[in-house]
């Protein structure tokens, strides 16, 4: 077998040329490395950065120009403002990056046309939005503006990093060929459907920015704007426009239209694609496979691999691009495939005991169907290092030696730090072989004359399907779970390592689940004690995993909130809450909907703005909207908490403390928190009927509410006699099973249908 091995390999490996040629084809074809081509792409731009022309001045609608006018979408005389403000400064053109596709206020509308008309001015156009309902939709700017101003197109891919490479010269919409805003701005042309690369190595710091609050006060330097190019667009990332800027992070998405403007002004970048640098990289392997030692075959492929990394550098400083990830795949696998032909040969013993490895074991395909023991000395560091390392081969003998009693054909694989495995059949019993090698190593072992205690600990992987690797750690888990028990030997358990797994993957999962639709809000109802009726419910979210089933919110929300990953679950609760709300209302005036909001989320700054939209979205009034504040531990003395409560207030939105007199949801927060609202949290309304102090908690909580005119919800109902008992305290409104448990919208809807029938009737 030696001889055999060693025959072919001193031949040249032609069948792996062939076949590393052919897979870096197919590498190539189906765009495999685009990742890495990105990451090289922008390593290589760091070697040629370099400033922008200076020619296009950035006007941001940022955290300032937002705060100015308080509002957004902004009403369009501020966009008339900005219009007339840049041309009297003398701008030689003013591009928009902000659509204008609905119809705004007619008197707005009419200022900003009449802008138009007094300026030369070019409009965002997006010919390619996507298909809804199976319609293509676009979204060019209204009749009225763009007969008086030209038109050019925002349209562009992105990819998995949400960044833009590539930006079109044109594109086609209807009978109408419609420039790009970057080839606009640079005055290029090409045929539409023509694209090309934007150069990312222009640093987007060192274009000239102004915020457009300072225009609309104006409050800049008329130089800054006398001769130049105007672009305005968003750069919040409350709004959302944001992309990734390859080599420099989160970015408005003007950035994007600027950088490839500027890539245009400094010539026509040229695409040579990926063939030319596949090519080069099959010669070099087919040279490198033909020379005998294996320092020439190092030099030459590692000389082929710098070349590609570097190479491209150079001719990207010159606007000519050329993947190169195709012909580092061919590099990277002869050479990957010619040393691992040498590891086989010389890679798969131990060089102390002459056994086979763990490497060996992994390699073992006729172990896949057998059961897997592991075997750890676990005082095996303290021997080693108390013995001359002359005698640690005698302690590896001694241990080989017992591990074989019983067995002496048996293979054993040797591992480091007194790690050893062999296979079994899955059938044997094997428990009783285990239990007697434990005992036998309760006999010391003899070394260099010293007598030597072993401890051992054996684990048994009986065969999961799974890779060799990961069923030998399994299996060593199992081994130590063992000695910390107690035990002699132990199997490993699957179901902990599928609870392991589950946790260590489920936020991320929840993330996904979100926008695969798998979380959805259920609604429980909220019933006003004094006239009976349902008037109002709490939106809860729920979470039905596709092979888990349902998992429980406690579960799953307890754990967003403590890993600050709450933002996003809550943003879709309230989006999806705020929109049934104001369905609801249009059959059922005043009917509110309550939302939990974590005191994680008061720092972030952009929760009022997103609020402000998701409420003038769905036409919902504010003041049926009640954020029950959670986690409010996590409050602390935040000054920036309790200004942002002070804010969501200031809107009209109720703020409600839910679970009162729980943790530090008491007098304290009542104080500080501006809440209009308490929630009574359920382990107290649960016991009022049957515990007296209880009850007396329910009672003088609701007498403290309403002396400070709060109002009072009651949750955990499940009875009817505590729906009575809070009845004679005066609670406000009572949630729980007694009232309803929490349904869908569309049964909600039926449930409001049905009690108004029973009120008319």
Not at 532 to 537: E, S
Not at 572 to 586: D, K
Not at 644 to 651: T, W
Not at 691 to 716: C, F, P, W, Y
Request: aromatic share 8%.
């Amino acid at each position: 077998m030696q001889a055999r091995d060693q025959k072919t390999s001193e031949r040249p490996p032609l069948k792996l040329l062939l076949w590393t040629a052919i897979a870096g084809l197919i590498f190539g074809l189906i765009g495999f490395g685009e990742i890495a081509e990105d990451w090289f792409r922008v390593a290589r731009n760091k070697l040629h950065v370099h400033e922008a022309s200076g020619d296009i001045v950035l006007v941001k609608i940022d955290e300032e120009a937002l705060a100015q006018v308080g509002r957004w979408p902004w009403p369009r005389q501020y966009h008339a403002q900005l219009t007339d403000s840049l041309t009297r400064a003398g701008a030689r053109q003013i591009f928009f990056d902000v659509g204008f596709v609905n119809p705004g206020d007619p008197e707005d509308d009419r200022a900003f046309a009449e802008a138009l008309e007094r300026s030369k001015v070019v409009l965002a156009a997006w010919t390619r939005v996507g298909p809804n309902a199976g319609v293509q939709q676009d979204g060019m700017p209204l009749a009225k503006f763009a007969a008086r101003a030209e038109v050019a197109s925002i349209s562009a891919e992105y990819n998995y990093q949400n960044a833009v490479w590539r930006v079109p010269y044109a594109t086609s919409w209807k009978d109408q060929t419609i420039p790009s805003l970057a080839a606009k701005l640079a005055r290029r042309t090409a045929p539409a459907g023509t694209t090309f690369i934007i150069d990312y190595s222009i640093d987007p710091n060192s274009i000239p920015a102004v915020s457009a609050a300072r225009i609309l006060k104006s409050d800049f330097d008329s130089n800054l704007i006398r001769g130049k190019d105007i672009v305005i667009g968003t750069t919040s990332n409350t709004l959302g426009d944001i992309y990734f800027i390859p080599g420099t992070g989160q970015m408005g998405g003007v950035y994007i239209q600027i950088l490839g403007a500027e890539t245009l002004k400094s010539g026509r970048p040229v695409y040579l694609g990926w063939a030319i640098a596949l090519f080069i990289a099959v010669a070099a392997a087919a040279v490198a496979v033909t020379r005998r030692r294996p320092y020439q075959r190092a030099a030459i492929l590692g000389s082929a691999a710098l070349l590609f990394l570097f190479a491209p550098a150079l001719l990207e400083a010159n606007l000519i691009f050329v993947d190169v990830t195709p012909a580092l795949f061919v590099i990277a696998w002869v050479a990957g495939s010619l040393t691992w032909r040498r590891y086989r040969q010389g890679g798969m013993t131990n060089p102390v005991s002459g056994l086979p490895n763990l490497s060996a074991l992994r390699f073992n395909r006729e172990g896949r169907d057998q059961a897997l023991i592991a075997a750890r000395i676990l005082n095996y560091s303290e021997i080693a290092a108390a013995l001359p390392a002359s005698s640690e081969e005698k302690l590896i003998d001694q241990i080989v030696s017992r591990l074989r009693v019983g067995a002496p054909e048996r293979t054993l694989y040797h591992g480091d730090d007194g790690i050893f495995a062999w296979f079994e059949e899955p059938r044997v019993p094997f428990g009783h072989h285990l239990e007697a090698l434990y005992t036998l190593f309760r006999t010391p072992a003899k070394v260099s004359g010293q007598q030597i205690d072993l401890s051992i600990s054996f684990g048994v992987e009986i065969g999961s399907g799974r890779s060799l690797a990961n069923r030998f750690g399994s299996a060593l888990v199992a081994a130590d779970e063992a000695a910390h028990d107690g035990l002699k030997w132990k199997y490993h358990d699957p179901e902990s390592l599928q609870d392991a797994s589950w946790k260590l993957s489920m936020l991320s999962q929840l993330d996904a689940a979100v926008d695969k639709g798998e979380v959805w809000v259920a609604y429980q109802p909220q019933l006003d004690l004094k006239t009976r009726r349902i008037i109002g419910a709490e939106a809860l979210a729920r979470w039905t995993h596709p092979e888990k089933g349902p998992i429980a919110a406690t579960e799953f929300i307890a754990a967003a909130e403590q890993h600050d990953r709450i933002g996003k679950l809550t943003d879709f609760v309230l989006e999806q809450a705020i929109a049934s709300a104001s369905a609801i209302n249009r059959r059922h005036p005043d009917f509110r909907i309550a939302v939990n909001l974590s005191a994680r989320l008061l720092n972030d700054q952009g929760l009022l703005l997103r609020l402000s939209a998701m409420l003038a979205r769905h036409r919902l009034a504010p003041q049926l909207l009640t954020l029950e504040l959670t986690e409010t531990a996590a409050l602390g003395s935040s000054g920036g908490a309790f200004d942002m409560l002070a804010a969501l207030r200031d809107l009209g939105v109720t703020i409600s403390i839910d679970d009162y007199g729980t943790g530090l949801s008491t007098l304290e927060y009542l104080r500080k928190i501006p809440a209009s609202e308490l929630k009574i949290d359920q382990s107290f309304v649960k016991g009022m009927v049957d515990n007296r102090s209880d009850r007396l908690m329910v009672q003088s909580t609701i007498a403290l509410a309403h002396s400070l005119g709060r109002k009072v919800v009651a949750e955990g109902v499940e009875r009817t006699e505590i729906l009575e008992a809070l009845s004679e305290v005066q609670c406000d409104v009572a949630q729980g099973f007694a009232i309803g448990r929490p349904v869908s919208l569309e049964s909600l809807n039926k449930r409001l249908a049905t009690d108004r029938r029973r009120r008319v009737a």
